[in-house]
């Protein structure tokens, strides 16, 4: 019979090793590696390959990890903005946030979408992701959103969608512009479809 202080101390450290292989995988993107090979993770991870495949059964199944605590981050984090402020001070709070949150997760989605390619999972959390993303949106636009006819408020939705994305963000980075560049591009766009 195993003692509970025996099976604890196991739980705890197996625990601690799934953390240092996620942490590994994820300062390897950090650091440039789009797609670094269990090899690679369980090297900066400093355990071996078969620790990494008992903990996670397989690259994917690490992956999956990491974007559910990435994503679980940005959403527990995440501080909501008062919809009843006026619009420019709670247009440039949200942007602030989002973009924050865009910048910790440039290089995590660039690698991502690599992932997603073969990975109905990756996707489906990104999608969960998304769904939590526009519900922010909703609440704190919903004062001007719920003034607007039906089909208009259809598009504002999709332009807002769109302009608070990873997509554009990457897009808008790549292209050169500084963070502060971008958060100013996701500010102006707001502030014309939200007048």
Not at 78 to 83: L, R
Request: proline share 4%; charged share 30%.
């Amino acid at each position: 019979m195993t003692m509970p202080g025996v099976t604890d101390g196991r739980r705890l450290r197996s625990l601690r090793t799934r953390e240092t292989i996620i942490d590994a995988l994820m300062r390897l993107i950090s650091d440039g590696n789009p797609c670094p090979t269990a090899a690679e993770v369980a090297a900066r991870a400093r355990v071996s390959v078969r620790s990494l495949y008992q903990h996670f059964g397989s690259e994917e199944g690490l992956f999956l990890a990491a974007v559910k605590r990435t994503y679980e981050r940005i959403e527990e984090s995440w501080a909501n903005v008062d919809p009843n402020s006026p619009l420019e001070p709670r247009v440039a709070a949200f942007v602030q946030a989002r973009a924050r949150a865009l910048e910790e997760l440039l290089l995590f989605d660039r690698a991502r979408w690599l992932m997603e390619g073969h990975s109905q999972a990756v996707k489906g959390r990104r999608i969960q992701h998304e769904v939590w993303q526009m519900r922010n949106v909703l609440a704190t636009f919903a004062p001007e959103l719920n003034q607007m006819e039906r089909r208009r408020r259809a598009r504002v939705h999709a332009g807002i969608a769109a302009l608070t994305s990873a997509d554009l963000w990457d897009h808008l980075r790549r292209g050169g512009l500084s963070s502060r560049s971008a958060r100013d591009v996701v500010r102006d766009g707001l502030l014309c479809w939200l007048r």
